[in-house]
C-alpha cells in the first residue's frame, strides 16, 4: 500500500505537475510527443497525397479486423490462464499449432472424400471441433505436467519450463508429421467477395471475424453467467478463500486451460480458411507472439482486454504501415508491419504498462 | 464425541512454532469462543481446522472424520464453513454471485434460492444491494456478506474470524446478535476474537490462547470472572 501514501498522477493539470516532473518524465513525455508528431504528420502526408483510395483504406481494415480476430482468440488464452494462475503461458503458441496442424490432416481427408465439396458446414465444423480438442488435450498436458508440480515455486521458474515445453512441443509435432508446409484445402462457399455499402469485402473475411465474434461472445456469456465462470473469477480474485467455498480450484485452473485451448484450436481452424497455406509445427510461433502482445496491449488478465487488444493490433499492422511509415517516405513500408506491432507493445509497456484495459497491479496479486 | 475435536495440534511456518499443541472441543450446538491477543495463533488455529494448513502434529476431528484426510474444499460439504479474517469477500463480484459461491457444491436450484432469502432476510441492507459490485460496500456490509455467504453451504460448524475487527459498535452488537441466532437455528459456532467482551457474552465455553499455546479453559460466565482474563482481555484492573 506503499502506493497510496505518493499523491495520485493528476496529469497536466494539476498545478505542481511541472514541478514534480522527473528527468524520466521528461524523457517520456519527449518521446510520447515524438511519437504523436511522427504519427500525425505521417498520417496527414498519405491521407493529403491521396496514394490510396476509399476502397482500398477499407480493405486494410477489413483484413486487420480479420487478423485481429485471430489474435484476439489466441490472446484470450493468455488472459484466462494468467488472470487465474497470474503466469504467462508461454507455449500458448504451441496449442494453437497443435490443433492447427492436426485438424489439417482432417482437412485434406474431408477434401479428398468429397465432403468438403458436399456439406462443407459440417466439414469445416469437424476441422474445429478437432483443432479444439486436440489443443485442449494439450494445453490441459501442459497444466499437469509443466505447470501444476511449479505452482507455488518462484515466477521465473514456470516460465522457464514454459519456454521448454513449448520447443518440446514443436518438435514433437516436427517429428509427428514431418517438416515441410502444408495448406489447408480451399472451402469453396467462402471464396469471392460480396458489394457491402459499395465496397467489395473479401467473404471469408467476414467469416472470420463473425465465428470469431460469435465464440467471444459466448466465452463472456460463459465467464459472467455460468456457476464456472463465477468460480474462474473468484479464484482469480482469492484462491484460498475460493477453497473455504468449496471451490476445487485445480479443477478451476484446469477449466481455464480447456477453455484457452478450446479457443486456440478453433483460431487455427479460423486461420486457415482466411489463409490456408503455412501449416507446420513452427506455426504457432508469430501468432503466440502477436497474440501475446494483443494481450499486454489490451490488459493482461482483461477479458474484453485480449479482445480489444487483439483487433487493435490487427488493424494497426495492417493500416499502420500505409498509414503512417508510407507517409514519413518509408519505402515498402508493408514489410514493416512486424515492426509497428512490436514497437507497439514496447509504447504500452512505457505509458501504460496495465494496458488498454488493465488494472494496475495490486500488490496483494504481484 | 464431540462435534469438533482439536487433540494437540502443532503447526509451523517456517521455523515459526505457531501452534504448540492446542487442544479444544466443541460440542454440537455449542458456542465456543477463543480469544488471544495479536499472533496468538487464532487465525491459525482456525485454519487447521477448515483444511487450508494441516498441522504438523496432532489431529483435528470433526463428526468424527479427520480433518487433515480431506482438502479444504472437501470439507464445506462436509458442513465446516469459515468467514476468514479480513471477510475476504470477492470483490469483483457481485452480492448476489458472492452468495451463489457460498454455495458453491449444491446443486438444489431450489434450495439455493430459499437459502439466499433467508440470508437477505437476515441482512436487509444485503437485499438491497444484490447486484452491487461487492468491493464498493462498506465494511460492515462486507461482513454482512461473508457471514451469509458462509450459511449459503449450509455448515453444521461455522468458524468466524474476528467477525468484529473494524466495526461501529452499533454493528457490532448487530453481528453478535445474529451469531446468537444462527446458533439458535443450530448451528455451531467457534468464534475466534479479540473483542473478549462479546465473544464471551454469547459464548458458552471459552479458551484462551497464548503464543500457541491454551493457557485457560472454562465456561463463559467463569472466564468473564477470572482476574487474568479481566486483566489482560478486558481492560479490567
Ligand atoms: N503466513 C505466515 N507466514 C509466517 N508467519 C506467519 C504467517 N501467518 C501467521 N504467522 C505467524 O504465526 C503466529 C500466529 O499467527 P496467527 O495469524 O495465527 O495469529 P492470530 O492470533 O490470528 O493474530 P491476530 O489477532 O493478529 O490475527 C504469529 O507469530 C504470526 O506472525
Ligand atoms: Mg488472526
Not at chain 2, 515459526?16 to 488455529?45: D, F, M, P, Q, R
Not at chain 2, 470477492?90 to 446443486?107: C, D, H, I, P, W
Amino acid at each position: 500500500m506503499a502506493a497510496s501514501a505518493k499523491p495520485a498522477r493528476t496529469g497536466f493539470l494539476s498545478k505542481d505537475y511541472f514541478e514534480r516532473m522527473t528527468w524520466v518524465d521528461w524523457v517520456l513525455n519527449a518521446l510520447r510527443v515524438l511519437i504523436l508528431a511522427l504519427v500525425i504528420i505521417g498520417a496527414t502526408n498519405t491521407l493529403l497525397s491521396g496514394k490510396y483510395t476509399l476502397a482500398q483504406w477499407v480493405s486494410l481494415i477489413m483484413s486487420g479486423l480479420a487478423q485481429g480476430s485471430i489474435y484476439a482468440l489466441i490472446a484470450l488464452g493468455y488472459t484466462l490462464v494468467y488472470g487465474i494462475l497470474l503466469m504467462i503461458n508461454f507455449a500458448h503458441g504451441e496449442v494453437y499449432m497443435a490443433g492447427a496442424f492436426t485438424a489439417y490432416f482432417i482437412a485434406d481427408w474431408t477434401a479428398k472424400s468429397g465432403l468438403l465439396a458436399s456439406a462443407p458446414v459440417i466439414a469445416v465444423l469437424i476441422w474445429v471441433i478437432v483443432a479444439a480438442l486436440v489443443s485442449m488435450g494439450v494445453a490441459v498436458l501442459l497444466e499437469r505436467v509443466a505447470y501444476r508440480p511449479l505452482r507455488g515455486a518462484p515466477r521465473l521458474v514456470p516460465l522457464i519450463t514454459a519456454i521448454g515445453a513449448s520447443f518440446f512441443l514443436q518438435y514433437t509435432f516436427r517429428g509427428l508429421y514431418g517438416t515441410g508446409f502444408k495448406s489447408y484445402p480451399a472451402v469453396p462457399i467462402i471464396q469471392g467477395s460480396v458489394a457491402i455499402g459499395g465496397f467489395n469485402i473479401l467473404i471469408a473475411q467476414l467469416v472470420v471475424f463473425f465465428s470469431a465474434l460469435v465464440l467471444m461472445l459466448a466465452l463472456y456469456w460463459l465467464i459472467e453467467r455460468t456457476k464456472m465462470g463465477k468460480a474462474m473469477r473468484a479464484v482469480s480474485e482469492d484462491k484460498e478463500v475460493s477453497r473455504l467455498m468449496g471451490i476445487d480450484i485445480d479443477r478451476v485452473i484446469v477449466f481455464t486451460f480447456l477453455l484457452g485451448g478450446a479457443l486456440a484450436g478453433a483460431a487455427g481452424v479460423i486461420n486457415g480458411l482466411y489463409r490456408p497455406q503455412g501449416v507446420n509445427f513452427f506455426m504457432g510461433f508469430f501468432p503466440g507472439i502477436k497474440a501475446f502482445t494483443a494481450a499486454v496491449l489490451g490488459g493482461i488478465g482483461s477479458v474484453p482486454g485480449a479482445m480489444l487488444g487483439g483487433i487493435f493490433l490487427g488493424i494497426i499492422e495492417s493500416v499502420g504501415p500505409s498509414l503512417i511509415l508510407d507517409g514519413l517516405g518509408i519505402n515498402s513500408a508493408n514489410q514493416l508491419k512486424d515492426v509497428i506491432a512490436f514497437t507497439m507493445l514496447v509504447f504500452v509497456l512505457i505509458f501504460r504498462p496495465q494496458g488498454i484495459l488493465g488494472e494496475r497491479l495490486k500488490e496483494k496479486k504481484a | 464425541m464431540a462435534l469438533l475435536e482439536v487433540d494437540n495440534i502443532h503447526a509451523y511456518y517456517g521455523k515459526i512454532h505457531a501452534l504448540k499443541g492446542v487442544s479444544l472441543t466443541v460440542e454440537k450446538g455449542e458456542v465456543v469462543s477463543l480469544i488471544g491477543g495479536n499472533g496468538a495463533g487464532k487465525t491459525t488455529t482456525l485454519r487447521c481446522i477448515s483444511g487450508l494448513i494441516k498441522p504438523t502434529d496432532g489431529s483435528v476431528t470433526f463428526d468424527d472424520d479427520v480433518v487433515a484426510d480431506y482438502a479444504a474444499h472437501e470439507l464445506v460439504p462436509m458442513g465446516i464453513a469459515m468467514v476468514p479474517e479480513g471477510r475476504g469477500i470477492f470483490s469483483k463480484l457481485t452480492v448476489q454471485e458472492n452468495m451463489e459461491m457460498g454455495a458453491f457444491y449444491r446443486n438444489d436450484k431450489e434450495g439455493i434460492k430459499q437459502d439466499m432469502e433467508h440470508g437477505y432476510h437476515i441482512f436487509p441492507r444485503l437485499a438491497e444491494r444484490r447486484t452491487q459490485i461487492a468491493g464498493t460496500m462498506s465494511g460492515g456490509e462486507q461482513q454482512m456478506l461473508a457471514m451469509a455467504r458462509a450459511l449459503m453451504s449450509k455448515p453444521r460448524l461455522l468458524l468466524l474470524d474476528e467477525p468484529s475487527m473494524g466495526l461501529a459498535p452499533v454493528l457490532v452488537e448487530l453481528i453478535f446478535d445474529t451469531i446468537r441466532d444462527i446458533n439458535q437455528q443450530g448451528v455451531t459456532v467457534l468464534l475466534v476474537e479479540q473483542n473478549a467482551h462479546m465473544a464471551l457474552q454469547i459464548a458458552n465455553r471459552g479458551y484462551v490462547l497464548q503464543t500457541g499455546e491454551i493457557i485457560l479453559s472454562d465456561n463463559a460466565a467463569s472466564l468473564r470472572k477470572d482476574p487474568m482474563v479481566q486483566k489482560a482481555y478486558l481492560g479490567i484492573d
